[in-house]
Antibody, heavy 121, light 107 residues
């Protein structure tokens, strides 16, 4: 069974930093592109970032470019999101998501339960 | 960036009704289109991928059609458990984009 477990969400002040983690199990982690998606309370889904299976390619939403960094450790079956210069508008539930198909563009076959990030003074 | 526009933004229908939600891409995305269902307080669930392929275990009343820029999700006979928000997603290339969502309620 595919399992994605996010952690690291906290209350943080504007301008602060946070690192989210996603522990993966139940599949061959190093064969899948992974994503972070966020959802503000009561709002829609917003894609944040993706990283290719080998870590060589990363992409970011314009709203987080230059502030967030996605990376992965395939030896630990883990995905990360380093979040710097946090803003109040970054407040959201952050989901880790796994693509359906290995090594090719596909939609999400699995989601974690999410970790809540609150940016507030 | 490819913009995804869903309509309607909300919808109220009766049990047994046929319900249609549309999604339009600002440029062609072939069939790189997925539909997700998100029930209140829950994680999104994949319903349809490649515009028209149903995910395993999804009830047959859910179907998708479309290619290029125009896509449709249809629920052939609305059930009470279908109350949710539905999102389309373009996954052709980064940046990945979602529609703004369609909130579906029972009349």
């Amino acid at each position: 069974e595919v399992l994605l477990v996010e952690s690291g969400g906290l209350v943080v002040q504007p301008g602060g930093s946070l690192r989210l983690s996603c522990a993966a199990s139940g599949f061959t982690f190093d064969e899948y592109t992974m994503h972070w998606v966020r959802q503000e309370p009561g709002k829609g889904l917003e894609w944040v970032s993706l990283i290719s299976w080998d870590g060589d390619s990363t992409y970011y939403a314009d709203s987080v470019k230059g502030r967030f960094t996605i990376f992965r450790d395939n030896s630990k079956n883990s995905l990360y999101l380093q979040m710097n210069s946090l803003r109040t508008e970054d407040t959201a539930l952050y989901y880790c998501a796994k693509e359906m198909k290995p090594r090719r563009a596909s939609c999400y076959g699995a989601w974690g339960q999410g970790t809540l990030v609150t940016v507030s003074s | 960036d490819i913009q995804m526009t869903q309509s309607p933004s909300s919808l109220s229908a009766s049990v047994g009704d046929r319900v249609t939600i549309t999604c339009r891409a600002s440029q062609g995305i072939s069939n790189y289109l997925a539909w997700y269902q998100q029930k209140p307080g829950k994680v999104p669930k994949l319903l349809i991928f490649a515009a028209s392929t149903s995910q395993l275990g999804v009830p047959s009343r859910f179907s998708g059609i479309g290619s290029g820029t125009d896509f449709t999700l249809t629920i052939s006979s609305l059930q009470p458990e279908d109350v949710a928000t539905y999102y389309c997603q373009n996954y052709k290339s980064a940046p990945i984009t979602f529609g703004q969502g369609t909130r579906l309620e029972i009349k």
